[in-house]
């Protein structure tokens, strides 16, 4: 891997979105140009690369993924599984999986329960504030400890009272 | 470590595999227990999916990627280049033909202004003969009757038109040899010897000779052949 894909992926770690604007835009023309090549229309091929592209991201918020190859392949290797796997679901017979996809963490996310999915549009309504500090905890899995050292918060305590009002106000907007 | 940081690091792969398995045991008898990890995982998954619907929306407002457009430039300037250097090529290829060349396109025979003819001279002289000969373009004759009046006398203007004869029969050593023996400077016909020369040396391929009787020419003699001389000085120095 090169130190450039390195510097990217450390600064994905570390939630830096304009590091996952940097690989949309820097790869999509030759994930697209691949696409073209295997005949898949340019819109399905940009929604492929997308989905692609925020599974990474995920995976990387995560440390779900562990990379060897290159970022770009990494990207092409998952939007060649995803294309499969679209083809698949209208039914046309084709491999799923190849040497090549080995290394991929080719996990889908899951449908949404109605529960999440209620939680999923409460959360939506939630202040800014609120969010980012649910969305460290539950969603990145920073202790409160992180949180503090990566926020304007003072201590621990805070963290862990403002998440709790803003759990509370989660369930009123869920309930509601 | 509190309840609720366990179930935080059981989520995100940071518990050992004994602490994982230590509190999925303690789930099955603990349904508060239970109801707490899945309550973490129901609000993971949905701030994932929440997470995922922005940054759909976030990529799909960047501007669409244009092909890049190859770039032409480095092409072109290395044909430009290219070409450059086939021109230069071409041009020092005929420039190595062009010495030769240059010899036949600036080379005439001096004209008779040494011994002017009179026409129906009756008693016409050895000297006559010779000049006549010359200015009917009959070189052999004049070089034979220039080469027998030179017996006589060490005459310079003779040997001048002997040496312009010599080079008009194409007989370049020979004519070379006559012309250096004309290198007084105050010998009238001194701009025309060296003009020769010069030209002799061009044909030889001898372009910094040339060159350096061209410049005493030109020092010597400004006016002589000035255009002829600038040109060929100017060819001589892209050598």
């Known amino acids: 891997m090169s130190p450039t894909d390195k510097q990217l992926l450390e600064r994905l770690r570390m939630d830096d979105k304009q590091a996952l604007e940097e690989i949309y835009l820097a790869y999509q023309h030759d994930f697209l140009r691949v696409a073209r090549k295997k ?3 340019q819109e399905d091929a940009l929604d492929i690369f997308q989905d692609v592209v925020i599974d990474f991201y995920q995976q990387v918020q995560n ?12 990207l092409l290797g998952m939007g060649r599984y995803k294309w499969y796997k679209r083809l698949n679901q209208q039914k046309q017979e084709l491999p799923l999986v190849d040497e090549r996809m080995v290394e991929l963490d080719t996990e889908e996310p899951a449908a949404l329960t109605q529960k999440q999915e209620q939680l999923r549009t409460g959360f939506s309504r939630l202040s800014p504030s609120c969010q980012e500090v649910l969305r460290m905890y539950y969603y990145r899995g920073l202790s409160l400890s992180d949180i503090v050292e990566q926020t304007q918060y003072s201590n621990t305590n805070t963290v862990k009272s403002h998440k709790s009002r803003c759990l509370k106000r989660l369930s009123e907007l869920i309930k509601n | 470590m509190d309840q609720e940081g366990r179930i935080r690091k059981y989520w995100h792969g ?5 602490e994982g398995e230590a509190l999925e045991t303690e789930m099955r008898f603990d349904a508060e227990l239970k109801q707490e990890v899945q309550s973490f995982r129901d609000l993971q998954l949905a701030i994932g999916a929440a997470e995922r619907q922005a940054l759909k929306e976030k990529l799909s407002a960047l501007p669409r990627v244009q092909p890049r457009r190859r770039q032409l430039w480095p092409l072109a300037a290395a044909a430009a280049v290219l070409l450059l250097l086939g021109m230069a090529w071409l ?10 060349e240059l010899f036949a396109s600036y080379y005439e025979p001096y004209p008779n202004v040494a011994h002017p003819i009179v026409r129906q001279q009756e008693q016409a002289g050895q000297e006559t003969l010779a000049f006549v000969a010359y200015e009917q373009g009959n070189y052999s004759e004049a070089i034979e009757r220039l080469e027998q009046l030179l017996t006589t006398e060490d005459h310079p203007e003779w040997r001048f038109y002997l040496a312009v004869s010599l080079v008009s029969q194409g007989d370049y050593e020979a004519a070379q040899v006559q012309f250096a023996q004309l290198s ?10 060296l003009w020769y020369q010069a030209l002799l040396s061009l044909r030889e391929e001898d372009t910094a000779t040339a060159r350096t009787l061209l410049l005493q020419l030109q020092q010597a003699d400004p006016e002589f052949e000035k255009a002829a001389v600038e040109r060929l000085l100017k060819y001589t120095s892209e050598w």
């Not at chain 1, 440390?63 to 990494?74: L, M, V």
């Not at chain 2, 007084?184 to 010897?193: I, K, M, Q």
């Open chain 2, 91 to 100: 041009y020092r290829q005929s420039a190595v033909v062009a010495p030769v």
């Open chain 2, 184 to 193: 007084d400077a105050d010998f009238r016909f001194r701009s025309p010897v």
């Open chain 1, 39 to 41: 005949g898949i229309a």
């Open chain 2, 14 to 18: 940071k518990l050992s595999e004994q």
């Open chain 1, 63 to 74: 440390g779900a993924s562990s990379i060897n190859s290159s970022i770009k392949a990494y």
